[in-house]
């Protein structure tokens, strides 16, 4: 069954500190995405990909780089955490054609002290 | 904001009734996505709706879009509780470019 995980599944980080989060997707899908979600909010985009090497900013980029190393992942990173970033993080996939589908990941509940 | 009046509301209901979630936003959108999201989960698509229909219908479920007042809405026919979840929509505004609401948390009481 096709999938996109992610990991870890929850992290606690001190301010300051580097984070990576980890996203893989068996869909064979083009296009890949970075959402974080806070408490009482809906999904707010931070990056995207539409093919491997290249990334895209989305709507809230400050604070966030983005990785897409090959088709199957791609990551977020955090290269100075801060109190602000703490949040659910979810990846997605998609075929990228219109009125596609997001399949989305479990989640990465992301703490930072 | 793409958003209008809607979003964050907690909806509670019993068993067997029938309830409705409403969506308004503020840009022209080719397409109203709804997801549900259960408890720990991520976000799952539930029904789509595109410019040029009026109304879907999915087993239970039924999307609205009136693009002339730029809302949307879902309906749960006699709800049940493995209905309870939180229920987003989205907008697709251009190639790729997705806007999630806040969403209307759902409880179905037994």
């Known amino acids: 069954e096709a999938a996109v995980t992610q990991s870890p599944r929850s992290k606690v980080a001190v301010t300051g500190g580097k984070v990576t989060l980890s996203c893989h997707q068996t869909n064979n899908h083009d296009y890949m995405y970075w959402y974080r979600q806070d408490t009482g909010h809906g999904l707010r985009l931070i990056h995207y990909?539409?093919?491997?090497?290249?990334?895209e900013k989305g709507d809230i980029p400050d604070g966030y780089k983005a990785s897409r190393p090959s088709q199957e992942n791609f990551s977020l990173i955090l290269e100075l955490a801060s109190l602000s970033q703490t949040a659910v993080y979810f990846c997605a996939s998609s075929e990228g054609q219109a009125y596609a589908e997001q399949f989305f990941g479990p989640g990465t509940r992301l703490t930072v002290l | 904001s793409q958003w209008g009046e809607e979003n964050l509301q907690a909806l509670s209901i019993q068993e067997g009734e029938d309830v409705t979630m409403n969506c308004s936003y503020k840009t022209y959108t080719t397409v109203v996505h709804w997801y549900r999201q259960d408890s720990g989960r991520g976000p799952a698509l539930i029904i789509l709706i595109r410019s040029n229909e009026r109304e879907k219908r999915s087993g239970r479920l039924r999307a609205t879009l009136d693009t002339s007042s730029q809302s949307s809405s879902l309906s749960i026919t006699a709800a049940q509780c493995e209905d309870t979840a939180v229920y987003f929509c989205a907008t697709e505004t251009g190639y790729q470019n997705f806007y999630f609401g806040k969403g209307t948390s759902l409880t179905v009481i037994p």
């Open positions: 990909s539409y093919v491997a090497d290249s990334t």
